[in-house]
C-alpha cells in the first residue's frame, strides 16, 4: 500500500514537467468527413490524378469506386490500363519515390484512421503549407515534411479553392479507410432490434418459467389406514 501511495505521489509531483516538456501542436481544423457523394467523388479524382504519383492506397481497388457513386464508365477513365480488380497504387515504383524523397511515402488507404483527428488531420495538412521568410515552402502542422504543396496552399490568392479541395480529399480519404462503415452501421440496427426482440422474449419465457417454480407445491394428502378387519365367527 505505501509502494502504490509513493507512486502517486511522484506522479503528481512530475505531471506539470510533462505538460511543459510536451510539444505543443497546432490546433486541427474540425471538419465534417461526411460529405455528399459529388464531394467524395472530387476527391477520388484528386487522389488518383494528383496523390498517386506518390502515393498508394494499396487496400483499394478500382471497382470500390464504384460504391461512392461513380459510373463505370468514369472508373474505367480513372483506371486507365489497368484493370477493375487491380489495386489503387502509385504510377511510379518505390525506389523511383525513395530517391526522390529519401523514403517511400506513406500508404493513404488508412491514413485517415492511423492519424489522430482522422479526416480533420488530413484536411489541416493539406491547408497547413506556408512560404517561410526565406522563401521556402513549410508545413505549419508537420514542419520539415518533404511532401510539396500539391494543392497551392500556401498561394494567398486560392484560400478558398484549396479549403473545397482539401476537405473533398479528406472526406474521400475518411471513406477509403473504411469502406464497408455505412453498411456495417445499416447492418448493426437489425442486430439491435434481433437482440432486443431476442432479449423480451427470453424475459416472457423466463417469467413462465418462474411462476410454475414459484407457485406452493401442495401438500401430499395423508395416508389412509385400512380398517381393521374383525374375525369372521367359525
Known sequence: MRVIESFLWCLLLLWPAVVLVAPAHPALHEIDPEQPPQVRQRGAEMVVGLCMSCHDLKYLRYRDLLEIGFSRERVDVLRGPREMEDRLLSLTSAEQRRQLFGLVPPDLSLIAKARRGGASYVYTLL??????????????????????????????????AVAETALAVAS???????????????LGYYVLGYLAL???????NKRRIWRRLDRPTPEPAPESTPPESTPEPR
Open 127 to 160: 491547408t497547413s503549407f506556408y512560404t517561410t521568410p526565406e522563401g521556402t515552402v513549410d508545413n505549419r502542422l508537420f514542419p520539415g515534411i518533404r511532401m510539396p504543396d500539391a494543392l497551392g496552399s500556401s498561394s494567398a490568392g486560392n484560400r478558398e
Open 172 to 186: 474521400f480519404l475518411h471513406w477509403a479507410a473504411d469502406p464497408r462503415a455505412e453498411e456495417r452501421h445499416r
Open 198 to 204: 431476442l432479449t423480451f422474449l427470453l424475459y416472457l
